[in-house]
């Protein structure tokens, strides 16, 4: 199993948490590929952490969808599963909309230039064609409305799903059709600043939405495959 070269990154204090999260970033990122076999020994090598919380963050992508583990025990980073991403979507999009509806009138000044400033961030990395980055981008300006609402139960879930859109979203920043992105985050911000938690949050259903297109696309592409395959009815 090919690793990242870099060893020993997971500080003791961290070491599930940690662990768990390099693991998922190297899937959703494409370094751990998609059938690729994941191996105790090596990613142990890899972290720098013993085979505990190895196995508990494999345990947490096996729920999330990113792994799966063959009746051999073998375990293998999961294909997308566009059937999954889709629930996951309208999960995500969901609570995305419920904790902006409830963050808005807790938001400061300082949390609402946290987005701008992430959106910021955002444009420049897809100019720059910087997909991480990007990502990372998203990820910090819809943070502010996630930790302004304090719901913990939302939290929970959109960590468990979220990185199963991340994948996606890998294919929409990385094309022109992202762009759209940077205009529909501005809109939202205007909205919170302007105490307007219903129109926030219906801003945010419109930018989550924007995934449908492409999972339809990769829903048609999948089954256009499936039926060209030798042996297909």
Known sequence: MPVPESRGLVSRSLLREEAYRAIRDAIVDGTLAPGERLQDVALVAWLGVSRTPVREALARLEQAGLVRTTPGRHTLVSPLDVRAARDAQSVTAALHELVVRQAVPHLSTVELD????????????????????????????????????????????????????????????????????????????????????????????????????????????????????????
């Open 114 to 233: 946290a987005m701008r400033e992430a959106n910021d961030r955002f444009a420049r990395a897809l100019r720059a064609q910087d997909v991480p980055a990007a990502i990372a981008a998203d990820d910090a300006f819809h943070g502010v409305a996630v930790t302004a609402a304090a719901n913990t139960a939302a939290r929970t879930v959109l960590e468990q799903f979220t990185p199963v859109l991340r994948r996606v979203e890998r294919l929409r920043f990385s094309s022109l059709s992202g762009r759209a992105s940077v205009a529909q985050h501005a809109r939202i911000v205007e909205r919170c600043a302007a105490g307007d938690a219903e129109g926030a949050a219906a801003a945010t259903r419109e930018n989550w939405q924007t995934l449908v297109p492409l999972l339809d696309r990769l829903h048609d592409e999948s089954t256009a495959g499936h039926e060209d395959a030798p042996g297909t009815p």
